[in-house]
């Protein structure tokens, strides 16, 4: 099963601004969509950003304009730039793809702390 990494994670005052990395053990080109997700304590994780396989871009509504997710084919890496951080984005941030059908192996995720 591909196996994903991520990183970037770390304490940011509100107003701030990170870059999240994901490397994954297999092809990201090959994939279907790569995304990445969050999961604030108490809560049920969520989608906040995808990339599909042409590129095609899509955003939870809190995060648009925020939030960017993008792709390097030659680093084989997807990224999550974070911009006007908010308390409310404090969660453990995942990412994950989708290959033939078959979602990856969830990683550890990285912690991701907006102080106000």
């Known amino acids: 099963q591909v196996q994903v990494e991520e990183s970037g994670g770390g304490l940011v005052q509100a107003g701030g601004s990170l870059r999240l990395s994901c490397a994954a053990s297999?092809?990201?080109?090959?994939?279907?969509?790569m995304g990445w997700y969050r999961q604030a304590p108490g809560k049920q994780r969520e989608l906040v950003a995808r990339i599909l396989s042409n590129g095609n871009t899509n955003y939870a509504d809190s995060v648009k304009g925020r939030f960017t997710i993008s792709r390097d084919i030659a680093k084989n890496t997807v990224y999550l730039q974070m911009k006007s951080l908010k308390p409310e984005d404090t969660a453990v941030y995942y990412c994950?793809?989708?290959?033939?059908?078959?979602?990856?192996?969830w990683g550890q995720g990285t912690q991701v702390t907006v102080s106000s």
């Open positions: 994950n793809g989708e290959w033939a059908g078959r979602v990856g192996s």
């Open positions: 297999r092809s990201i080109f090959s994939a279907n969509a």
